[in-house]
């Protein structure tokens, strides 16, 4: 007897895909979402990040409340934020907002930690001292790079 009353339920709903179909309409129950992790960034180092939309129906458009660290960008299409951050630091209290005919739904108070390029450490052992001239030499081969005489 269970069975006959989920095959009816079965029938209804291939009646009411195939009804749906080649009309552009989607039917969907379940609501609008978004989700996602903003990932921290290195200064100088592309960055990328894009938020996944789920449920809900129709087209999908994307705002952004809050400023982004300097070099990154948002797109009102995707949600994504990429390019390349130029300063290190934290910046808190980012919204993203995604908006169907549904509805809408959020991702709040989130942060991207932006951080310095980490210092790249070469150790040169000698038994000699190292003349100014010699410093130099090492300065101008890599000025990002810190030289460490042992």
């Known amino acids: 007897m269970a069975r006959a009353p989920r095959r009816a339920a079965t029938r209804a709903a291939q009646r009411e895909s195939a009804r749906l ?11 609008l979402d978004i989700l996602g992790r903003l990932p921290s960034g290195v200064v100088g180092q592309a960055y990328n990040f894009v938020p996944t939309a789920t449920g809900g129906s129709g087209a999908k458009t994307f705002a952004l409340t809050g400023t982004l660290p300097a070099g990154l960008s948002f797109n009102t299409t995707t949600g994504a934020i990429t390019g390349t951050p130029t300063t290190a630091g934290t910046t808190s209290g980012l919204t993203i907002t995604v908006t169907d005919s549904s509805g809408s739904a959020k991702l709040t108070n989130r942060s991207i930690l932006v951080s310095a390029v980490p210092a790249t450490v070469t150790t040169v052992k000698s038994m000699v001292a190292l003349s100014q001239a010699d410093y130099t030499a090492l300065a101008v081969k890599d000025p990002n790079t810190l030289y460490v005489v042992i």
């Not at 179909?21 to 609501?31: Q, W």
């Open 21 to 31: 179909r080649g009309t552009g309409v989607i039917a969907t129950n379940s609501p």
